[in-house]
């Protein structure tokens, strides 16, 4: 959750412990036990009520917590049910068992549908479809010159070409912006030390790094196998790169 978004944060705890908090109203509304009330809730006798009860809110908690395109319909969608079970609430039904939902409940039911319209708006949806807005998983690059080669399908000749910076997610390498498009694939060959991988790579800009023209690229890890392979790279170019910085202090 670290540099996470304060209000994401703050509604991902009250949507995962929100079975907690009905249990915890429930015994200080009737005065019940608690053991009696969890008891209760352990005959819930179907999968919805099960579902509604222990599972609803914490799914929407999660999504809003992964903040990526597949988490926005979730958790809008775990607001719209919610207020869609409020509705056609059934008299004496759990958790409230009586006539009409409690006053907490309505509460809830208005906060739903205040979230609802709040994630509605541009500026509050763009971290969920723009991963440039999600600064949170934006990995440390490391600025050293490191050698590599490229292809840009299986039938082409490998082509030489230089790493000026590079992280877990991506790199800038620099070939020249005529030589490849805007969301084309290459497939990267990248040696350093004693650890080579080999992995496919997408264009997503051509600019200039170090008043050098060259393309970024977002690495396109196919299983963690390579992502496993692509951390002990990134780990060792890490030491180089700060043997490189304190030698250039000291210089």
């Known amino acids: 959750m670290k540099n996470r978004p304060l209000l994401f ?4 705890l009250m949507h995962l412990v929100e079975p907690l908090i009905k249990i915890l109203y429930f015994k200080a509304d009737t005065g019940f036990p608690l053991l009696q009330i969890v008891e209760n809730i352990t005959h819930l006798n179907s999968a919805r ?6 599972f609803l809110f914490p799914i929407g908690g999660l999504a809003l917590l992964g903040v990526k395109k597949w988490s926005y319909p979730i958790f809008v969608g775990v607001q719209s049910y919610s207020i869609y079970s409020h509705i056609n609430y059934e008299s004496f039904a ?3 068992v009586s006539q009409s939902p409690m006053w907490p409940s309505l509460a809830i039911l208005s906060c739903n549908v205040a979230i609802i319209i709040y994630f509605l708006l541009p500026e509050i949806r763009k971290p969920f479809f723009d991963r440039d807005m999600r600064w949170w998983e934006h990995r440390e690059r490391y600025s050293l010159r490191i050698p590599c080669s490229y292809s840009i399908n299986s039938n082409n000749a490998l082509k030489d ?3 000026l910076n590079i992280s877990q997610s991506g790199a800038f390498l620099t070939i020249e912006h ?8 290459v497939t990267l060959n990248i040696s350093f030390m004693d650890e080579h991988i080999s992995l496919d790579a997408r264009v997503v800009s051509l600019h200039t790094f170090d008043h050098q023209d060259g393309i970024g690229v977002n690495f396109e890890y196919e299983n963690i196998w390579e992502k496993l392979q692509m951390k002990k790279v990134i780990k060792k ?5 700060k043997k490189h910085y304190n030698r250039a202090l000291a210089a």
């Open 9 to 12: 944060i703050i509604l991902s």
């Open 49 to 54: 009520a099960i579902f509604e009860f222990w």
């Open 94 to 96: 759990w958790p409230y």
């Open 161 to 163: 070409a230089e790493i």
């Open 178 to 185: 005529k030589l490849l498009e805007k969301n084309q694939t």
């Open 237 to 241: 170019i890490s030491k180089a790169s």
